[in-house]
């Protein structure tokens, strides 16, 4: 007997056919003696639908009642799927978050997961119950409904996979497993049978939405055997076998490739300063104010100084923060001294991860001369040890995707065109 977490995401879970189909898998399960508990998201599109709710009623919303609204799609789908196992016949009960409980920071909007308490829920399981928990929701101190952030219901799962020391976390979606990029954009995606925890994180902080980033960070540390399956094929025979999250020793050189995948991100913006004065502390000045605003700063570059003694300094910051950052600096414009703030969204971060970097050289070379060949316009860069990230205009991300996919050799080989 095994114990497992069997998460299902908005699409798997968007209609009462699906979800009775959700249930028929959940109790394949929970008939081979597994206990079982089942993470859940609220059904494709609610979650937005509920966040524009919110955006309609205040744009300057209390985070404490947005979150009150924007968990409640998961409530509906953790009770229904509870209804749809019972109906086949399968112990079930839904725990909210504020009933388990799990408790998080009071970072409202996207909390942090603290502790959970199994106490009850292993009482459950023991009882030979189907535990059906609405992922993405938490409670703060204070009794206040909080959510993880958008895509958290894969670190809700994770969390609960290590609560109950499960010994598999299966993170079913509408793809069967992680692509060296986006399979939606790049048909000529290779699924990878196993990724390393390190590169999953990289992919998924830098726009691979196939797990959130904060999961993945989450299954490393408390080491959760993580797999990303599809709940969409194979409905009633073996599961197909998705990818596997795994450690770096456990890939072995075979396996091994330069660049594990490309991911893109469209949600950047890039905000330039021009005529920032060319002296010690300019920069500071610039950033400080941004820190104590709890903006999130990623690429950034500083051009020549000019004649003048004067530099332009160009960053990039998540465009749902860019109204903020455009308030920051104008109540900083004094301070710093700068001359025009420009903004600019229509901007994308393309990115190649590989741990195979370490060891090679050229990696960042065969970028820029594979785009520059395709006449697209660096406007930033910024690396790490396994990832370099160029920002390009947003209408060449496509482009960019396939050609880099194309020039690591990650096509897959029987489709060449
Ligand atoms: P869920 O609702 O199940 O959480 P998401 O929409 O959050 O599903 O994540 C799955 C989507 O992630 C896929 O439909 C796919 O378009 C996208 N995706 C982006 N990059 C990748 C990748 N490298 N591999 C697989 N899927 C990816
Ligand atoms: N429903 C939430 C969202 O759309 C959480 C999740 O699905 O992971 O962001
Ligand atoms: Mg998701």
Known sequence: MARIVMKFGGTSMAGIERIRNVAMRVKREAEAGNQVAVVVSAMAGETDRLVNFCREASSLYDPREYDVVVSSGEQITAG????????????????????LPIRTSDGHASARIADIDTVALDASLAAGEVAVIPGFQGLAAGERVTTLGRG?????????????????CDIYTDVDGVYTTDP?????????????????LELASVGAKVLQTRSVGLAMKEKVRV??????????????????IVGEEEIDD??????????????????????????????ASIFTPLAEANINVDM??????????????????????LAR????????????GFEQLLHDTRVSKVSVVGVGMRSHAGV????????????????????????????????????????????YGLDVEDTAA
């Not at 075979?254 to 010690?280: F, S, W």
């Open 80 to 99: 229904l799927l509870a209804i749809a196992l019972q109906s086949i016949g399968v112990k079930a009960r839904s725990w909210l978050g504020w009933q």
């Open 152 to 168: 958290g219901s894969d670190t809700s799962a994770v969390a609960m996979a290590a609560a109950m020391k499960a010994d598999r």
């Open 184 to 200: 939606r954009i790049v048909p000529r995606a290779r699924k990878l049978k196993r990724v390393t925890y390190e590169e999953m």
């Open 227 to 244: 797999q990303v399956l599809s709940s969409f094929v194979d409905a009633d025979g073996a599961s197909e076998p998705g990818t596997l």
């Open 254 to 283: 075979m396996e091994r490739q330069l660049i594990t995948g490309v991911a893109y991100d469209k949600n950047e913006a890039k905000i330039t300063l021009t005529a920032v004065p060319d002296r010690p502390g300019a920069v």
């Open 300 to 321: 950034i570059v500083q051009n020549i100084a000019h004649s003048t003694g004067s530099t332009d300094v160009t960053f990039t910051a998540p465009q749902a923060e």
């Open 325 to 336: 950052v455009l308030d920051v600096f104008e109540k900083q414009r004094e301070a710093i």
């Open 364 to 407: 960042a070379a065969t970028m820029f001369k594979t785009l520059g060949d395709r006449g697209i316009n660096v406007q930033a860069i910024t690396t790490s040890e396994i990832k370099v990230s160029v920002l390009i205009h947003e209408d060449e991300t496509e482009l960019a995707v396939r050609v880099l996919h194309t020039a």
